[in-house]
């Protein structure tokens, strides 16, 4: 989205601020849908954020405006904003630069359950990758992914092709339950490609975002 549209999408006078003239402001990745951070927004700060097309916060224990990665480098380019039903919470998609948003270099600010840190969630493709990488780089014995690797372009890309005639199969029959069951199977074993070729699905996603336009 151009700086001139984001300009165009937001009325600064419809938007519910708090009693100390703030709106909570959650980044999500454009890609994936990843949840990255969440912080106050001040009617200067997002004005700053249209006008700019980067994110601009207001940082509550400095009490000043901070463009966020300007020091870092991780700056966030802006895709879109939108507002609630209420009007007072936003939801502005991002494409975060060096994919690190939060201090601790981690990419998502909400990585953290029972003290843990996990991958936030995303996108159910994503998770599913996710998985597969893990068991690519710490195999698990009788992991049916794990067999695919350790068969390599022969053993996964005859499964491609297999599961592929199975959605035609599908399509032909048209059987809406089969014909989702068959592409989830595509789906997966052509994840386990991306995996052994070590390609990103996040890349593929920029392929997608690209025909968009």
């Not at 690190?100 to 991958?119: L, P």
């Amino acid at each position: 989205m151009s700086v001139s549209s984001l300009i165009d999408a937001i009325p600064l006078d419809q938007i519910r601020y708090n009693e100390q003239g703030l709106v909570p402001a959650i980044a999500q990745d454009y890609l994936d849908g990843t949840v990255l951070m969440m912080a106050w927004m001040n009617r200067e700060s997002l004005q700053k954020t249209l006008e700019t097309g980067e994110t601009w916060y207001w940082s509550r224990s400095r009490e000043e405006l901070w463009n966020k990665g300007a020091t870092s480098g991780h700056i966030q380019k802006v895709k879109s904003i939108r507002y609630d039903c209420d009007s007072d919470a936003l939801l502005v998609t991002v494409e975060q630069i060096g994919d690190i948003a939060c201090h601790t270099g981690q990419r998502s600010c909400f990585h953290q359950v029972d003290s843990t840190k996990i991958a936030p969630p995303a996108d159910t493709l994503s998770g599913v990758f996710d998985v597969i990488k893990d068991r690519r780089d710490n195999p698990t014995e009788g992991s049916y992914t794990c067999k695919l690797l350790e068969g390599g372009d022969n053993k996964i890309l005859k499964k491609i092709g297999e599961e592929a005639a199975e959605v035609v199969m599908a399509c032909k029959d048209d059987d809406p339950d089969a014909i989702a069951g068959e592409v989830a199977d595509l789906f997966y074993h052509t994840l386990v490609a991306l995996a052994h070729h070590k390609v990103e699905l996040r890349d593929v996603y920029r392929k997608l975002q690209g025909r968009r336009r």
